[in-house]
């Protein structure tokens, strides 16, 4: 088992910066894979950002160039620094971790921007 504990989120101005943390215990020497998914009122959860155990990252065409994913392993903390902020960022930020057999979500923490 993951247990995964967000922190970070909060209100900020547009253009503002943000930066979530998910700190993660347990059987973390499974994960493989480790992500940012958000999801805004009346939309699906989407895919913001992600990094593999061998560091390849990927993001979502909407946060390129802004937004940076990165992990501390000694710290077993991932970070969403999340930069130039828009309003339509606006939604509850999840961290997610999966191994082969399992997949672990955070509680969420909620972003909103204000134009």
């Known amino acids: 088992q993951v247990q995964l504990v967000e922190s970070g989120g909060g209100l900020v101005q547009t253009g503002g910066s943000l930066r979530l943390s998910c700190a993660a215990s347990g059987s973390i020497f499974s994960i493989n894979f480790m992500g940012w998914y958000r999801q805004a009122p009346g939309k699906q959860r989407e895919l913001v950002a992600a990094v593999t155990s061998g560091g390849v990252t990927n993001y979502a065409d909407s946060v390129t160039g802004r937004f940076t994913i990165s992990r501390d392993n000694a710290k077993n903390t991932l970070y969403l620094?999340?930069?130039?902020?828009?309003?339509?960022?606006?939604?509850?930020?999840?961290?997610?971790m999966r191994s082969v057999r399992s997949e672990y979500w955070g509680q969420g923490t909620q972003v909103t921007v204000s134009s």
């Open 81 to 96: 620094q999340m930069n130039s902020l828009k309003p339509e960022d606006t939604a509850v930020y999840y961290c997610n």
